[in-house]
């Protein structure tokens, strides 16, 4: 039993009071779940998890997500009570300018927040990347150990909404947690049944448990409104916390099951009047209803902020259950590095952020080619070989291995061992990663396995399909993960499967995303210096455009090292003294602008070929370097792109031309439709003409 | 029973050779479901579906969704053999250049297809919608008849695949019609294990059927291989076509319920070596292969695209069929006619995309207005002003109505009689839809609805969350479906959510897409105007952005009238002769823009004012229009909107300034964050004088 004396329950109720003034002060938020589940935020913080609040980045710590991240109070107020280093000031700044205290939680701003949440679903789907990495790392670092006795034994911890459960994404992940065999996960599902148009009936009626135990979940119902409605207007609701906890007991007991806990309450809970009701949801509950509740609680109704000193004492001891849980995990963490010298070198390497001796010269060059090869088979082959080398880095696609290339050859799968098949053998700690045809889940689960911050992680599908997953990448940029997306297929090049399959607009909207980097090499010696410069990278997500179809390898005793990559632009080809033009390519279309210099040079142009595989860091280079590229004086410029021209006038300027495609794709040969939506040399030589005789008009 | 003859029974080995041939010859594609499908889709065809060859069109007809788009040669072979229009020859020339076979379906370019389809999920999810349209048009048009003899009764099938069912946004749709009770809606789950990363356990080994009980579906399971693995190597797969049939007849006696049939297969049988793998998935089998399939068929394996005479003399005579189907439904439909005089004479209107009488009268008008309305209010009163006006309009949110004001008021829902709540009532012939927090579901919901082609219908969410609905919005644009996404929240202007609720990149990733007209209006009454011109439209998919927070409403007296919105942008505010500079402005940076202007007066500077609400209408204006609004000759402009500036180099070119935030958001009040992020009339007027100096120094 939980054994709450009375000063935890008044710790509890000051939970409710805090929510409301807090949401009152500012005039907007969320004020109803933090009230409701005040009793199991503060179960988990102060008695579940294993957790030091004097070292929020502990990595033997449990994981908490709050993927309900509207309901920012309900961590922020335990972060409070836990001592993470918020104050009662931070409370009363929610959701104001440079607060602790934002509208969502967002990791690397408050202490103690793992994760930014807020958009629904993110934060359960992100959750199931964490407890894999929990597992890999484990693997990777410890993998002898008996069960739950290596200091890389972790929980994940997830509260989650109705609308958590809604959103498409959470499905995903749901199954694909079910099927990985996530013991290390806890979900608790807040079912209050409200969501802002109210009561969920009207559009949400499924048997949630029963579909979480298709997904091969453990679940549990913890009904604390004893089968009264949402509303909870039949006076039943009890805030059974003894339940509550000996579900979390035996949860933590199944170990090759993801656990769901079911646990009903009444929203808002006990506001008077607007208790189980969409008002309460996402809105203050107005000065009459907080001071009604305060007074229900024994609280005076004309204090805000209130909190009793033995209160806060009280909630501040949670502090030596922690220190005592880090200084447990440190003798079995000593007597693990002790016996694993080797693997304690790795650690310190990748909690420092380093890289591998031999890193760079892992990489394979290639040697120069006419006929070529893909840029997914050229990365594909440097993950093969980077996979000996970085024993951190791991991944896989969405059911589209073999078309990514996406696979390390020689590494196992990161699969159950009864789901092994006759294509993927592996074991629970493998590094290849099968998600299933499921990108948006697998974004999120890269998402959580970065902010688990021992490995290296990336996941491919087609660039069309890069939409699918839009929400996961934006929080892996917002987050500064350092995730790589491997999308192939990255143009009407891919031919056949036709419009649906056919990326036209996708390049722009990634470039238009802030915080990502998207990276489209030219042939297979750009394709390595991208991904070395990826790994280079620990701040930031990146998107790896790679071409389906065959692309000479440039000789580069000819043309400049692919070494220029790292700078995003760089003069691949040149002229004596200034260029008459300047031909701008990215992927598959730097041949074309080198074929179409040739022949521009026969006809007395003299045409300048760059590169620009990375606008994002080409944009962070010295002006003078970029200048050097793109030297301002010359105006005649076209770039060339097999994709939306959107958002390319910016550098071929008003004098310039932009060869694209802003249309769909058709169905047929690559390289017929390249052909016949103007993907030509003569095109190149005729907008070079054109942009010179633009210039030359003034 | 079905009853086949043996002539049924070569019919369908000839689809399978059919399909191993028509891969084989291009050289690509996915020949394995059309093999193990063959009686399946023969059935439906054949025997099940209520459809007319020789009128595709028909609007009593049951609609065909091939979810599993990659097995196009499931449908393309069915049309040949029903007489729809393709021919052998179509076949031979699957995935090229201009042919009607596509690599995928597509809608409006193949007779027969029902929906385009190709990215994994957007069928089934679409197919949702249009379960939904075929209840609300009975609703609207015969809401009296009694269930299954309304001639708008129809039924919608479904056929679907393991990558279908694993996508999120099948999830949510399956979700939402176990809701709403579609028992119009029969889906076939073809489980047969295999995708392209081979037999799916490696990545999806939850309980499908399970699941889909657990969404309120009735779900029946046919298993062909009677137990044995995805390889049928056990010998003991039987295709007991009447088993199938039974089941079908079952899922129709349920109305109240959709249903799941999960067929259990083994992938392109039975070819001998490569069923049950995923080679036979995505790719062409090989020479050798298909002549193996045809030898064990009884074909010649020295022919192909081999069409005995009596097999397609026999497959052609379901025209019959067909046409005393439609004879029948003439029938009813001719008595429900003389019945419901004023119900026809709508339905023609509608068959005629032609707008209401009174439609442009019924729009209100707003008074100027210093201190304003949102643009998302302007819009519910749009809504609600237009709700008895246009019968065939209906939309709503998923889950934020009061935020997108997405509820034409006082119109009820279209939910289930038991599921109406206390804030929400309607009846299953309802206009007010509840999608729950369900975006992309929501987006190809949509879709399917435009396509049963008698509605008008929208949808709702925050601007920030078209992330999540992507895949959706970009279909709707592929088949140019006259749907309207409303999107608000539309800036950092937003405020206290913070930056996972505060779009940026999101205009510009709009933009981006080919085939979607993407509205701000600067005002109520722009606001009103754009609604207008988007329902004049028939032929595309419309965003509508709308702000969460009030906006000014001009003085139409004072500046231009806001009709010019029609044109996608117009001069709003104007100077004496030529402009020194031109200001150009969306959404909420209207009224900035027209600050702006009169500080730049004051220091003697004209400038003129473009409100820029749509630039796809403006590129579609005559270049004389766009010329006058937006002189060449006048290159200091600067525009100014709340979203990354990306793409706005065009617009304002070399010498122009582009005022937008390129970076996330934060969590603070919307007016102080515009303000903190740059968005002041200091900063125009800065601007505009930068932009005038850097024209004048050439």
Known sequence: AAGWSDIDVRAVD???????????????????????????????????????????????????????????????????????????????????????TPGHPEVHHTKGVDITTGPLGSGIASSVGMA??????????????????????????????????????????????????????????????????????????EDVAARYRAYGWHVQ?????????????????????????????????????????????????????????????GSALGD??????????????????????????????????GREAHAQWQTSFDSWKSANPEGHTLLERLLGNGLPDGFEDAFPTFEADAKGIASRAASGKILTALGPVMPELWGGSADLAESNNTTMEGQPSFVPDNWQTTAWSGSPYGRVLHFGIRENAMGMALNGIALSGLTRVYGGTFLVFSDYMRP??????????????????????LGEDGPTHQPIEHLATLRAMPGLDVIRPGDANETAVAWRTILQHFDR???????????????????????????????????????????IATGSEVDLAVQARKTLAESGVAARVVSMPCREWFEQQPEDYRNEVLPPSVRARVSVEAATPFGWHDIVGDAGRA????????????????EKFGFTVEAVVTAAQDSIAAVAAG
């Open 659 to 674: 060869i694209g495609i802003d249309h769909f794709g058709a169905s047929a040969d690559g390289k017929l439709l390249l």
């Open 14 to 100: 000051t939970v409710r009071v805090l929510a409301a003034d807090a949401v009152q002060k500012v005039g907007n938020g969320h004020p109803g779940t933090a009230m409701s589940l005040a009793p199991l935020a503060y179960l988990l913080y102060q008695q579940v998890m294993r957790i030091d609040p004097s070292d929020p980045e502990w990595i033997g710590r449990d994981r908490f997500v709050l993927s309900c991240g509207h309901s920012s109070l309900t961590q922020y107020i335990q972060l409070y009570f836990s001592g993470y280093g918020l104050e009662l000031d931070d409370l009363k700044a929610l959701r104001t300018w440079g607060s602790l």
């Open 132 to 205: 894999m990495a929990a597992r890999r790392t484990r693997g990777m670092l410890d993998p002898d150990a008996a069960p739950g006795t290596s200091p890389f034994d972790h929980r994940v911890w997830v509260i989650a909404s109705d609308g958590d459960l809604m959103e498409g994404v959470s499905a995903e992940a749901g199954s694909l947690a079910g099927h990985q065999e996530l013991g290390n996960l806890i979900a608790f599902y807040d079912q209050n049944q409200i969501s802002i148009e109210d009561d969920t009936n009207v559009s949400f009626t």
């Open 288 to 321: 009459e209803e907080v001071a009604a509740t305060k007074k229900l609680l024994g609280f005076d109704p004309d204090k805000t902020f209130e909190v009793e000193d033995d209160v806060i004492a009280h909630t501040r001891k949670v502090a030596d259950r």
């Open 541 to 583: 997500p990146a998107a790896l455009v790679l071409s389906r179809q065959a692309l000479p390898t440039l000789d580069r005793t000819e043309y400049a090292s692919a070494d220029g990559v790292a700078k995003g632009a760089y003069v691949l080809a040149d002229t004596d003294g200034t260029p008459d033009v300047i031909l």
């Open 221 to 281: 119902e913890v009904d604390w409104r004893r089968g009264s409605s949402p509303k909870g207007d039949e006076g039943t609701y009890v805030e059974d916390v003894d339940a509550l906890l000996a579900a979390i007991e035996e949860a933590k007991q199944v170990t090759d099951k993801p656990s769901l806990i079911a646990l009903k309450t009444v929203l808002a809970w006990p506001a008077p009047t607007k208790q189980g009701t969409g008002k309460a949801h």
């Open 472 to 493: 996961a990448v934006r929080l892996a940029a917002i987050q500064k993960l350092p995730v790589t997306f491997v999308w192939t297929h990255d143009s009407v090049g």
